[in-house]
């Protein structure tokens, strides 16, 4: 049987924000599955769906209160079956977010942990006691600032959070902890889901000793920011142990399918663990496009220039997610936002690997505007104003115009922008050049050329603007030719096999099909040789 996944494309639904069917302000189940016809359209495989589980909502549904439960504010479990029956039916794939690092403090887990030291749950969850001092019982940061311990009155000890401190890790050193994650895994399996996006993995496991972390700064991929080393609070090597199970549960369901979350500054050493060979994830993403501040070539050839060397790890790509700034706004410093939108739209859909397109990515969102007043998330208000934070890209989709307030009611759980209301859905579809519907056509085409899905990828020596690559397999090769830069570029191809052009199949931001040598910025063309 063939792997469905291998360079298949997946659409990613945020499901606060992607339709609401009840008029609360808030996404749900019942509106997702209204618009199924509208993702199948687009061309993509599958859908991604970001936590709908009972949550109090601390971290947006990352923090998981009951592991089987759908909150009410997204519905209730039969509309989550109806949503899969639905997508099923339209040929879609559905992936869904699994939390396994750490649960809700709300969690009975926690709940009975906490209690005291002499319970059933005691070390669900890591303890510690304080140093003689008073103080945590080492130097691990959280992910979103500040000690990753916080002190509990009722236990007296510390616990860890490598999140929210209403974040506590699960400890999945514990064969009991891990022994009721995998039967969650087959809860939602039973339940038809496709397939695991696994959230955080890299924060699976922690050394149990607790070392201190070095007490220096290190630079993440592609990513100015100094962030404080994560050495002994994740990526311990245990965790593929754990992962290998996982992988087993899910070979008990015929074709299932697992891709690994993993940031942080190893992430691509991580993925490469977390993955490799047939007993464990079948791929894994990092963020090393997210964390991209500007458009580079050279950044983006050497990322994915990293995975030639490993035949059996599948890599996968993301411009955009709920984690991070729209990439239009994020790269878009001197360029027009909307050929911006389809060159990058072009760039993904060319690359090797398992593709995720973000809600609203097809319709070349922006980064909403959001004044700190109306600001959600914890990360964004304790960054504010020094980062984008992650609430511009979580505003509402925009199905209509600004007289119907997007398809949404007048009051959302989040602002829409008044930009967005411009590039809407339904304006879009009426518009053949719509980022939108160009879009479709790029998705169209991928899935008529079989290069494109599971071939390989060569890069050309090019000038440092440029990105050029052939896709090929038995039957085809397609040269892809990219000018990312801010001028117009020359480029003629030094092999003449190169050069010479069986078929001109796709060419976008102005390039003259009579003049391909002569590219414009953001300009490129895509032919068979």
Not at 1 to 18: D, K
Not at 96 to 121: L, M, P
Not at 374 to 402: Q, V, Y
Not at 477 to 491: A, D, P, R, Y
Request: hydrophobic fraction near 35%; glycine fraction near 8%.
């Amino acid at each position: 049987m063939s792997e469905w996944w291998r360079g298949t494309v997946i659409y990613q639904i945020y499901p606060r924000s992607f339709c609401d069917s009840n008029d609360d302000g808030i996404g749900d189940l019942a509106g997702i599955t209204s618009k199924l016809e509208y993702v199948a359209d687009l061309g993509v495989d599958a859908i991604w769906i970001s936590p709908f589980f009972k949550s109090p909502m601390k971290d947006f549904g990352y923090d998981v209160e009951d592991f089987r439960q759908v909150d009410p504010v997204f519905g209730d479990l039969d509309d989550f079956d109806a949503l899969i029956r639905k997508a099923h039916s339209l040929g879609l794939k559905v992936v869904i977010d699994q939390v396994y690092s750490h649960s809700s403090d709300q969690c009975d887990w926690f709940k009975e942990s906490r209690q005291s030291d002499s319970n059933s749950k005691v070390d669900w969850y890591t303890w510690a006691n304080a140093k003689e001092d008073g103080s945590p019982p080492n130097n691990w940061q959280s992910a979103f600032g500040g000690p990753a311990w916080t002190w509990d009155e009722t236990r007296q000890q510390y616990y860890l959070h490598n999140f929210l401190p209403e974040q506590p890790d699960l400890n999945l050193h514990n064969p009991e902890v891990c022994k009721e994650l995998l039967e969650i895994a087959r809860f939602w399996l039973d339940r038809g889901v496709d397939g695991f996006r696994l959230d955080a993995t890299n924060h699976f496991m922690h050394d149990p000793s607790l070392p201190d972390n070095p007490d220096e700064h290190v630079s993440l991929e592609a990513n100015a920011d100094n962030t404080p080393v994560v050495l002994y609070n994740a990526s311990h090597p245990d965790t593929v142990g754990f992962l290998k199970d996982v992988r087993a549960v899910l070979d008990q369901y015929p074709d299932r399918f697992s891709v690994a979350e993993v940031g942080g500054p190893n992430s691509l050493h991580d993925i490469r663990q977390f993955t490799q060979g047939s007993d464990r994830l079948d791929t894994g993403y990092s963020f090393v496009f997210l964390n991209l501040k500007k458009l580079s070539a050279q950044s983006i050839g050497e990322a994915v220039r990293y995975w030639d060397d490993f035949e059996t790890v599948w890599p996968s790509w993301t411009f955009n997610n709920h984690d991070g700034p729209r990439v239009v706004s994020r790269w878009g410093k001197g360029f027009e936002p909307e050929q911006l939108a389809k060159t990058l739209q072009t760039l993904l859909v060319m690359l090797r690997g398992t593709l995720f397109m973000y809600q609203g990515e097809e319709l070349g969102l922006p980064q909403a505007n959001i004044p700190f007043e109306n600001l959600k998330d914890p990360e964004a208000i304790a960054n504010w104003p020094d980062t984008m934070g992650r609430d511009g890209a979580r505003t509402p989709m925009p199905w209509s115009g600004r007289d119907n307030n997007g398809d949404w009611p007048g009051k959302t759980w989040m602002p829409l922008d008044e930009a967005h209301f411009a590039l809407n859905a339904e304006r879009q579809k009426r518009d053949t050049d719509s980022p939108l519907n160009y879009c479709r056509r790029l998705l169209q085409f991928r899935k008529q050329h079989p290069a494109l899905v599971d071939g390989s990828i060569k890069f050309i020596d090019c000038p440092k603007d440029m990105l050029i690559f052939v896709r090929a397999n038995e039957k085809e090769s397609i040269l892809c030719v990219f000018n990312l830069g801010k001028t117009e570029q020359q480029w003629v191809p030094k092999n003449e096999g190169t050069g010479r052009s069986k078929s001109w199949l796709f060419n976008f931001g102005g390039t003259d099909q009579n003049n391909p040598f002569t590219l414009p910025p953001l300009g490129g063309y895509i032919k068979e040789i």
